[in-house]
Structures are given as structure tokens and as C-alpha cells.
């Protein structure tokens, strides 16, 4: 391995863009079959680095080593889930279209798939040093469509970036991969580097909503603007109805205590505000849940030391806000930060949704930590217009009782959010075919996910090939269908063997 | 129609993007079937203003009655596609995860399909009046999926934009259309205005590469930026191989010329740079196509004044450069638009493919009119060099004879375009289902089309619904698909019906 260390730690921007530019030429036209084999060989050598790697992981983040073990494992099906989704085929969306003198205009042969854009930059979010790191989401789906990687790495994890990024290089290249389709990159400067760099197609990044917006601007003020899928900040309301309060208070508290504080609320998906009907001490409930892990001495350590004392900060700004009080927890200024530098605990803070509808740029700020805010709501309806004003997030829940009518209620939190959920709590996100991570803004920045088999389009365009001799054509796109792989044909889907399967 | 003229007359941006948000509460949870019959019924009210709509353009426009009749229908068989495409309905996505355990982390109910972003505004183009204007592809595309359009009309054709804007507005009342389903606004200023309106959830635009690219930063720079669609600037590269030019040089010459000159040479897919082989006189032969039209009195009226003068200033600054030479046409510093004001005629100028490569950005500069660019090559290789100088176009064509392996120019020409021809010409676009339209920066904003079907996706979000109740999901994703829609179900796309369908 001492090769491959040297090799990446020296690697500069421009190498690794040039790099990766160079791989494309090969990646492009690399077969499904290739591709699926790239990301087994990578969620392989994962899996078998997991004793070096998890240890390391739990050094660097702090998350324990259960949680971080689960997250190694989700890392590595995820690999395996678009390695499965590479070769069904589908996601290429391959469209035939015979010619048909009696269309206006008449069509001649024309047929359409998605292939790759190019090299694509991957920033590592902190929180989740695997699922969302170096050979998380956003590389993985990058890799599936045969776009090379170059990952910039996240400064709180980077020791443990380094050695992931040996990891996958080395799994890639035993497994035929060119050399560039994957780089590693480390700094602010580098980042920044990465995202104007000309070979650079398009960039996939979990984050802060002011990093985040920094790099946007970067991207779309390049002399040639590029996607740049952002994940940015969410406040995850959760609407509970009086029904729901009334039928199992106790147990809805319970679950938003786990919730909220999992991971000590390093989550993009904590449920950071809670609309409950004044008067049913929801509140004071969820605070009895939480009450000895507010003790100074059971603070536990956060991310990094900058993310703790944010955390601080922004729940001391809530606590002084004339309309919010402090249910359960430290929130004066710097307190809760101040049992040991670096560490946080669980803080419940209540308002009413009136205060919400007149301030609420200062209520929904997002505070990336163990913290919730409960909204006591006079009415539905009254909820309804503070959720409006949340604006956009990754999710949105309602806890309701069986047979509530839901219309109004679903109108709203579908209009903000890219995930509704009815039961349980947002924190937890499948990786799977309907998943969907992302939000109107500012949750995400475009109109796709960074989670699930889809978040493969991201970094897909279409290319329509007009009378192309067949053999000139990829082969999923050859009269014969030579994959096997489900194509729209003259407006009609065909699946392949699906005359046998049940509909 | 007093009313309706006066009520889009007197509506200012404000009123239209508020009136537009109002409706997307209906048109948000409207059915398919609705939908259809909303754009069956704007076709079929165009249809029946032909003979009052064509007139109009053409006064407007000076396209021509034949060329407008054929773009009006080619405008409103583009509707009828996109209605059947609704009722279709894979356009959505529609894919449901059952409940498994065994996945890591466990999957949940899940559901998940496309739903309208919101409002959209739309720019109509000034050089295709009917199928890129106030009812054209973004329009079209737009109402499909149950996003309300505020139209920007060009100021290239005000009559028609107004006239034809009352048509759609009254048809989409007639079929029972939310009020402000569709609005018209006019002027550079409600352009500005629309695309940093809040209500304003994404925009379409076919235009200039500056004007587009101001737009373009306006929508990204807000404060909540949005998706900007833009259809900007393309060269449309064409090479013809050494064999082709040997085998059928004079029906390439003439295919070039028709196609360079048609609609007065204003469409946006012109091929303006024809790569041959040095030496074989190609650039003669097209002069000698098109020498009569280049007569001072064969001059044609072009969309404005404004373009004409562009066009003429375009071609000066070419047949300037140093190693243009001019074939046929007349090029002198603001020649071409002496014979009248407003009017163009064919310019054919040849230079070489060192030429271009030592100067890029001087000689692929787009000149909107019917001009083209003759570049004679030492060596395929130095053919395809030359191409990836031009960047991003909409269109790419190779010329060659059968049997000539096309591997290394199809790499080239798939890299920097979204559609690539291999017989025929550029101009003419399919409205199909597996037409691309769009390219890589400038030729397009982002990664997805303008024509055809999968437009629909640019006004489209995904939602999850996690453990919903049955009652409480949209028709399409209920469990027993009452809509017998398309959908992928625990990673399999099942199409009702299939079974009985060959594959």
C-alpha cells in the first residue's frame, strides 16, 4: 500500500482532474458488466478492511463503533444496490423511436440514452464518515454511470479519508479499473480548486447551507456552469394531530427523544421542529424522555469542536428569542458547550406557532446538534402556515390517528418536502429504488436525489443518435436489444421477459 | 375575447405569478386525464385560429405561410404527444419498495413519483414563432405535468404572442382550467422581474447566448435559486469523411446548402462548421448552390432589424480574420445587410482546421443567419481536434460511407453534442420520445431536453411517501395502480398489460 499512499497524498487538483479526464476516455465506453464489477471490487475491500477502518472512523468522528459499523455496511450495500441497478439498465432510459413519415415533423430513427457527463467532484460530509464520505452515495453513484471521482475529503475525518480513498483505488485498479477513475483531494483550497476546474463536469456535496451556497455559486458562475448537487440544511418538521396527542403522547415523546438525539443529533434529517396542539405538555414529556442525558457530565463528544460550539451558539440564539423557552437542557450562552469543550447534550426548547408565522427566519434557523424545538399550534390550520414558512426540507412528518382525513395536511408537507412520512421518524434513510433525498431549497439545490438507485441521473445527459447505422450504435440501443435491458419502443415500455411475470 | 385581451393586457408580472401560484393549488393535485384534456384543448383552439394565427406570424416573422402553417401543426401535435404521454404515465417514475427487513438499513414502506415544482415562466424565441413561443415545447411540457406557465412573449412577435396567448387562455378556461393556469407578460423587464419572482419555481428559455446567460445568473443568484432550462448558442459541427466527400460530394453540397439556408438561416440547429478534407473543393460546390440567393434583390427579410444587422456585423467579423476566406455571398464590413434593411442573404466562407484550432473562439463564434463555415483538414484527426475546440452544440453529423469505422468520431462527436446525425441534416427537430434537444454548455443550461417527451422532467420533483396509508397516497402509487400506470415495484418495472405485448 505504500505506493498507492504516496501516489494519492501527493496527488494534486490538477493532476487528479487531468487524471480523471484521462480514465474517462475508458470509462465512458466501459460495458455495465465492467462497471457492476468496479463496485463490488470496491464494496468487497471494504468490507474486508472493516476491522482497520470502523476503529479509525470512531477516533476521527467520535459516533461509536455499533453506529459506525452499521454505516460501513450501508456504505458497501449501497455499492451493490447500483451495481444491481447498473446492470437492469433501465436507469439509461434507452428510447427507440422508428422512423414515421406521419408525425409533424416526420421522425426519422431516433434513438436516446443517457450517458456519462465526466468527471464529477465529491465533497465528504463530516457526519457520516462512510455513507456520505469518500466511497458514499455521491461516489457511488458517480462510478455506476462511469464517471471517474475525485472526492475531496472532509477535515474531520481525514485520516480515515485517506485510507478509504486507498481502499477504493486499490479495489479499482485490482478490479481493471483505469487509473484516474478515482482521486482524493484534501483542503478548503483544493475543494474551491475542484469545483472551477475545467475538466470537472458537474459536483456532489453534503453539507452546510453556507458552504454549500459558496460552492453553488462557484459552480454556476464557471464560463461553463455546471450541475451542482448540494445537500444543505433541513429543519424536518413533524406535525403531530390532536388525535395522535391524545391516543399515545408518551410514546410519541419516546420516539422523538431517539430521534432527535441519535447520533447526538448529527443527523441531516433530525426532526428539529415538532407542531403539537397547545395545552397538551408535549413538550414537557419529550423533556422527562431526555432528562439525565442533560446532565453536564453526559455530554458526549460531537463531530469536531467547531461543530459543538455552533451548536452552542445557535441554541443559546434560540433560548433568546423573547417567544422561546428552555424545556429541558443547557442552552444559556455557551453553557451547553461548557461541560467539555467539543461535547453537546440533548436541549428541548418550546414556542407557539403564532411566534413562528411573525419571526420565522430566527425560529427555523437549523441548528446541527441535539436539539429540538417544539410549536405549540392553536389549530391545524394555524400549523399548517407556520410549516409554509419553514420552507423547503428533506422531510416532513405527520403522526395522525387511523382514519384522520389527511388532505391538508399532506398538501402542505408535500409541497416542501422530498420525503412524507406517516409513521416513525425521519432520522434512518433507506437506500433503495423509491427512496428520495432532497427538497426544495434550500434542503437541496436541484431537482434530484443523492440517495437511492435515481441518484444516478445526476450525473447522466442524454444523447439521441439519428439514423445511426446499427452497428455504429452502444449496444443498448441495437435493434436486437443484445443487454436485455427495458426500453421505451415507439412510445411503448418493454421489459424483456415480462410476459412471463405477474403484473 | 374583449375580455380576456384586456385581462392579459393589463396583467404586470406580480398579478400573474400570484394568480399562476393560486392555480398550482389545483393543478397540483389535478389527474392525468385532466391535464390531457387541458392540452388537447389548447391544440385543438390553435388549430382552429389557423387561418387568423398564420397570417399574423407571418407579418410578424416574414417566415413565410407554408413554413408557419407546418410549425403550427408541428406545435399543436406536440400538445396532443404530451397528453397521451400523461395519461401514459411513466413520465412520473412511479416505483414502490415494499416493507424488507434484510435490507441494511431496513427499508420501509416507500413510494415514490414525480410531482410539478410550481409555477413556471416560460421565454418565447423570437425565430420560431408557434413551436418555441407562447404555446411551444416549455409551455407545452410545463401544463403537462401540472405546473401553471407565465410566458415572457418576444418582442419579434408581439401581435401573434398576444393573440395566441388569448387562444390558449380561453381554451384552458373552456376545459375547465384553474383561473391563471397560463399568463402573459410582456417587456425585457418582466422578463427580469419573472425570473426572481417568488412565486417563479423554474424557467424555460430559447434565446441569445448573452441574454440567456444574464437570465441564467439571475435565477442562480436568488436568494432561493432555481432551475434555469436554457437553450442558448450551438455551431452544430458536421464532418464529412474523406470517402463521403469522394463518393457524393455535390448531394452533400447541396444537402448543406438547403440546410444552412432554410427559414432564412434562424434556427438554432444550423450547421455553421462543415469539416471536409483539404483540397477537395467542397466549399466551391456550395457556393455554387447557393449563388443565385446571394444576389443584393435575393436578400430575404430575417425575424428584426436587430438580427439582421447581428448577422451581418457576425459574418464581417469572420470574413475578416485573417485566414477566412470568403466563397460566396457578400461579407464586406456591413455588406450583407446593405441590400435592404432587416434582410440576409447566403454566405459561404471556408478557412482550415489549424486555423481553427490556433483560434477557437474567433471562428465558432455563432452567427444566427444563413451563413456556414467551411473548414477544410489535413486528417480525421485534426478534424476532430478542431471539433472539441467548438465545445458543447446541439447537434453533431458525420458524413461517411458504409462500412467506414466511425469509433473515434462518434467519441468526439457524443462527447460535445446531444444529438448526433448520421445521415441528413441538423435543422428540423422530431417532437418524439427519444428526440434530445440540448447539449453541453453553451448549447444548453443543464442536463435535460427541450423536445420531446422527457421534457416534462424539468418541471418535475421527486416525493417519498414513507408508510403512508393506502387512502392517503396519490392514485398512482396505491397498491392495487388503479391508473394502470407503468411502475418499477421492489426494483421491477412492471408494465400492466405487457404480458400480452411482444417484446
Redesign the interface.
Known amino acids: 500500500m505504500t505506493t498507492e499512499t504516496t501516489a494519492i497524498a501527493e496527488t494534486g487538483v490538477d493532476e487528479a482532474a487531468a487524471a480523471a479526464r484521462s480514465a474517462f476516455?475508458t470509462t465512458?465506453?466501459s460495458t455495465a458488466a465492467e462497471r457492476a464489477a468496479w463496485l463490488t471490487a470496491v464494496a468487497d475491500a471494504l468490507d474486508a478492511a472493516r476491522d482497520e477502518l470502523v476503529p479509525l472512523a470512531d477516533e476521527e468522528s467520535h459516533l461509536g463503533t455499533a453506529r459506525l459499523t452499521?454505516e460501513l455496511?450501508?456504505t458497501t450495500?449501497q455499492l451493490r444496490l447500483f451495481a444491481?441497478a447498473v446492470v437492469?439498465g433501465?436507469y439509461l432510459?434507452a428510447?427507440?423511436?422508428h422512423p414515421?413519415a406521419t408525425?409533424?415533423?416526420?421522425?426519422?430513427d431516433?434513438?436516446?440514452m443517457l450517458?456519462p457527463?465526466g468527471p464529477v467532484a465529491v465533497f465528504g460530509a463530516s457526519n457520516f464518515p462512510f455513507a456520505f464520505s469518500v466511497a458514499g452515495g455521491d461516489t457511488a453513484s458517480a462510478l455506476a454511470t462511469g464517471c471517474p471521482v475525485v472526492v475531496k475529503g472532509h477535515s474531520a475525518h481525514p485520516r480515515l479519508s485517506r485510507r478509504t480513498a486507498e481502499v477504493v483505488a486499490g479495489a479499482l485498479a485490482a478490479a481493471d479499473a483505469p487509473d484516474g477513475t478515482f482521486g482524493h483531494v484534501e483542503g478548503r483550497a483544493a475543494g474551491i480548486a475542484l469545483v472551477q476546474h475545467p475538466e470537472i463536469r458537474a459536483v456532489g456535496f453534503t453539507g452546510s447551507l453556507h458552504g454549500g451556497r459558496a460552492l453553488?455559486?462557484l459552480a454556476?458562475?464557471r464560463p461553463?456552469?455546471?450541475?451542482f448537487y448540494g445537500e444543505l440544511s433541513a429543519v424536518n418538521p413533524v406535525l403531530v394531530t390532536p388525535a395522535a396527542v391524545e391516543a399515545r403522547a408518551a410514546e410519541l415523546a419516546a420516539g422523538l427523544a431517539a430521534s432527535f438525539t441519535l447520533g447526538v443529533g448529527q443527523f441531516c434529517t433530525n426532526p428539529g421542529v415538532v407542531f403539537v396542539p397547545a395545552g397538551s405538555g408535549f413538550a414537557e414529556l419529550v423533556a422527562a424522555e431526555v432528562g439525565e442525558a442533560t446532565a453536564p457530565d453526559a455530554a458526549a463528544p460531537m463531530l469536531t469542536d467547531g461543530i459543538a460550539s455552533a451548536f452552542a451558539d445557535g441554541v443559546a440564539a434560540l433560548a433568546g428569542h423573547d417567544d422561546v423557552r428552555v424545556v429541558a437542557g443547557r442552552a444559556g450562552n455557551g453553557s451547553n458547550a461548557a461541560s467539555a469543550p467539543g461535547t453537546g447534550s440533548p436541549v428541548v426548547l418550546a414556542t407557539t406557532a403564532a411566534a413562528v408565522i411573525a419571526d420565522p427566519q430566527a425560529l427555523f434557523a437549523e441548528c446541527f446538534g441535539p436539539s429540538t424545538l417544539v410549536v405549540e399550534y392553536a389549530s391545524i390550520e394555524e400549523a399548517l402556515t407556520a410549516i409554509r414558512a419553514v420552507?423547503?426540507s428533506l422531510t416532513a412528518t405527520v403522526h395522525a390517528e387511523?382514519g384522520e382525513d389527511?388532505a391538508d395536511i399532506?398538501?402542505v408537507l408535500?409541497?416542501i418536502?422530498?420525503?412524507?412520512?406517516?409513521?416513525?421518524w425521519p432520522t434512518?434513510?433507506?437506500?433503495?429504488?423509491?427512496?428520495?433525498h432532497?427538497g426544495?431549497?434550500?434542503a437541496t439545490?436541484?431537482?434530484?436525489?443523492s440517495v437511492?438507485v435515481?441518484a444516478m441521473r445526476?450525473f447522466?445527459?442524454?444523447?439521441?443518435?439519428?439514423?445511426?447505422?446499427d452497428a455504429?450504435l452502444p449496444a443498448e440501443l441495437r435493434e436486437d436489444n443484445p443487454l436485455g435491458i427495458?426500453r421505451?419502443v415507439?412510445?411503448?415500455?418493454?421489459?424483456?421477459?415480462?410476459?412471463?411475470?405477474p403484473?
Chains 1, 2 share one sequence.
Not at 418536502?417 to 416513525?424: C, D, I
Not at 434512518?428 to 427512496?435: H, K, L, M, T
Open positions: 476516455a465512458v465506453a452499521g455496511a450501508r450495500s444491481r437492469e433501465s432510459e428510447t427507440i423511436d414515421d408525425t409533424i415533423p416526420p421522425t426519422p431516433l434513438r436516446r450517458r457527463l453553488f455559486d454556476s458562475s461553463d456552469p455546471i450541475p420552507g423547503g387511523p389527511l399532506l398538501a408535500t409541497e418536502a422530498g420525503r412524507v412520512l406517516f409513521a416513525g434512518g434513510v433507506a437506500v433503495s429504488w423509491a427512496q428520495q432532497g426544495p431549497w434550500p439545490t436541484t431537482i434530484h436525489t437511492g435515481t445526476r447522466l445527459r442524454p444523447v439521441a443518435y439519428q439514423q445511426a447505422p455504429a427495458p421505451r415507439d412510445g411503448v415500455l418493454v421489459v424483456p421477459g415480462a410476459e412471463a411475470r403484473a
